[in-house]
């Protein structure tokens, strides 16, 4: 698009295999929003906004350990990605530290407590809730 500018970027990584960039499975955080791509001849991209991730954990084996990478897992209120991984991703505390602040100040621009998006990923369309799995709404 002409005249428009990229939104800021703050991160970007790609999965790594033994500390290498060498995979088509890319990341970055962009303003609001989380982006996740993967794949060469058949991509799937999809994207986040980064409100919707409720909880941030980081997992390092030994084996990430020796090569300086991490898995951060995102938990989200998102359906099709209630659970996002961001694989063997270099600087993973740094990340994870980075996400949970980027999270923590949109929901203070929005005005969103954590407890308005409890069951946010419960609700159908329609936003009734299926509190017991059923399949019937409540």
């Known amino acids: ?40 001849f058949n991509t799937v991209e999809e994207e986040l906004l980064i409100y919707r991730i409720l909880d941030v954990r980081l997992t390092r084996s030994f084996g990430e350990k020796l090569v300086g990478v991490g898995t951060v897992t995102l938990f ?14 270099k600087r993973a505390k740094e990340v994870r530290d980075l996400i949970s602040r980027m999270v923590e100040a949109e929901r203070s621009r929005l005005n969103i407590r954590g407890k308005e998006l ?16 059923d399949g019937i709404p409540d």
Request: no cysteine; charged share 25%.
């Open 1 to 40: 698009m002409a005249g428009k500018q990229d939104p800021t970027l703050y991160w970007k990584d790609r999965k790594r295999i033994l500390g290498l960039p060498i995979t088509f499975t890319k990341y970055s955080v962009r303003e609001n929003r989380l982006f996740y791509s993967r794949g060469l």
């Open 76 to 89: 989200t209120a998102d359906k099709t990605n209630p659970e996002l991984r961001l694989t063997h991703v």
């Open 118 to 133: 409890f069951g946010v990923a419960d609700q159908d369309a329609n936003g009734m809730t299926d509190s017991n799995g």
